[in-house]
């Protein structure tokens, strides 16, 4: 099959099947065969994120505060609260998404602020099991040099 030359260069710029065939006043069968004989995937379903990676949405869903903390501004489970980072049809608590940026890694049980305000979701601050399980022993190994603190 034979594909317009102007067809394919929107196709593989990613434009919608829909767009195309509005655009340059075709039939979206014509689109469709053309995606197809030039073997380019099927269009995603559904609404796109206007976000292109997770760090996007998670910045984009944020406020930064001056000391250094970050306040979650963006959608909250309706029944928990939960603040959420919606990306690729994912859920992601924004406290987990926001541990897995910083570490490189995946938390281990509940990523928690270990700064002291609540709700706070900057990646420096958070503590998953084993973080908080080190920060207790650095604090007991420094109780028991220095005595406790008053």
Request: include cysteine; proline fraction near 7%; aromatic fraction near 6%.
């Given at each position: 099959?034979?594909?317009?030359?102007?067809?394919?260069?929107?196709?593989?710029?990613?434009?919608?099947?829909?767009?195309?065939?509005?655009?340059?006043?075709?039939?979206?069968?014509?689109?469709?065969?053309?995606?197809?004989?030039?073997?380019?995937?099927?269009?995603?379903?559904?609404?796109?994120?206007?976000?292109?990676?997770?760090?996007?949405?998670?910045?984009?869903?944020?406020?930064?505060?001056?000391?250094?903390?970050?306040?979650?501004?963006?959608?909250?489970?309706?029944?928990?609260?939960?603040?959420?980072?919606?990306?690729?049809?994912q859920r992601i608590p924004?406290?987990?998404?926001?541990?897995?940026?910083?570490?490189?890694?995946?938390?281990?049980?509940?990523?928690?602020?270990?700064?002291?305000?609540?709700?706070?979701?900057?990646?420096?601050?958070?503590?998953?099991?084993?973080?908080?399980?080190?920060?207790?022993?650095?604090?007991?190994?420094?109780?028991?040099?220095?005595?406790?603190?008053?």
């Open positions: 099959m034979k594909v317009r030359a102007d067809v394919a260069e929107l196709l593989k710029a990613g434009k919608p099947e829909s767009h195309i065939a509005r655009e340059l006043g075709v039939d979206r069968g014509t689109v469709r065969r053309a995606r197809k004989a030039l073997d380019l995937p099927a269009p995603q379903r559904g609404k796109r994120s206007m976000y292109p990676s997770l760090a996007d949405v998670v910045r984009g869903n944020s406020e930064q505060l001056d000391d250094g903390h970050v306040r979650w501004t963006g959608y909250r489970d309706a029944h928990s609260n939960t603040p959420l980072v919606l990306y690729r049809g924004a406290p987990r998404a926001a541990f897995q940026l910083h570490y490189r890694r995946e938390p281990v049980g509940k990523p928690l602020p270990a700064c002291g305000m609540h709700g706070c979701i900057a990646g420096e601050h958070l503590a998953d099991r084993p973080l908080r399980e080190a920060n207790a022993r650095v604090d007991a190994l420094y109780a028991a040099i220095f005595g406790e603190a008053s």
